[in-house]
């Protein structure tokens, strides 16, 4: 532990004053209440530790903020579920970073928006597994779809209400051989909902035969 903490030590003095670090990413959970086919913690259900990020290794990687353009709080997991969430928005925003996270989008009822509202946090990602329900709820077992297009639309709507620029809203589509076809329709649905974009990601983890077939590319 003596020697953890030198280290730590040696790398926030050489680094003080400097943002060297564009990002800083935190898996803040492992913990999810859907089964999304292509997530890991579903394929490895069997021997996934679904937990939150504890305290202290949250407090050994909060040190190096200031160092940092970006942070970003995602992982294999649902972040809201971890009780100190807002804390860790709060801590990136105090020390000078952007700030965001991704989500399933379940969790984000009004209370839970005007928080990140009211800290600010510069970036919201949406995960979403096709323009249409179906494909959606295929993909993101246990997701429901027009509650995530009653939950982006509320992100707007109390957006606009405090009359802020923050949050950015972002909608990831997840390329798969059943969703690409709805790639188009994906920025028409953004659109409608009052998103700011769309980003489109692929397939890239690869871990059971499932993935092979679901690959767009």
Same mark, same amino acid.
């Given at each position: 532990m003596k020697k953890h903490v030198e280290i730590v030590e040696k790398v926030s003095s050489f680094f003080k004053n400097r943002r060297m670090f564009q990002y800083i990413q935190l898996g803040v959970s492992s913990r999810c209440f859907l089964n999304c086919v292509a997530c &890991?913690? /579903?394929?490895?259900?069997e021997h996934w530790d679904s937990m939150d990020m504890t305290v202290e290794t949250y407090k050994n990687i909060r040190r190096f903020f200031p160092y940092?353009?970006?942070v970003y709080?995602?992982?294999w997991g649902e972040p809201l579920l971890n009780s100190f969430f807002f804390?860790?928005?709060?801590?990136?925003?105090?020390?000078?970073?952007?700030?965001?996270?991704t989500t399933n989008g379940a969790l984000l009822d009004n209370a839970v928006i005007r928080k990140i509202i009211?800290?600010?946090t510069d970036l919201?990602?949406?995960?979403?597994?096709?323009?249409? &329900?179906? /494909?959606?709820?295929?993909?993101?077992?246990?997701s429901s779809f027009e509650q995530l297009i009653r939950n982006i639309r509320s992100i707007v709507n109390l957006k606009e209400a405090s009359r802020s620029n923050k949050p950015q809203?972002?909608?990831?589509?997840?390329?798969?051989n059943r969703s690409l076809d709805e790639l188009p329709l994906s920025i028409e649905f953004a659109a409608e909902v009052g998103a700011d974009g769309v980003v489109a990601t692929n397939l890239d983890y690869v871990a059971v035969p499932l993935h092979d077939e679901l690959r767009a590319f």
């Open positions: &890991a913690r /579903t394929c490895f259900r940092a353009e970006n709080l995602s992982g804390d860790m928005i709060q801590d990136a925003k105090t020390a000078g970073c952007s700030v965001g996270f009211d800290l600010q919201v990602s949406i995960s979403l597994a096709g323009a249409k &329900a179906e /494909t959606h709820e295929s993909l993101r077992m246990g809203i972002l909608l990831l589509f997840m390329m798969t």
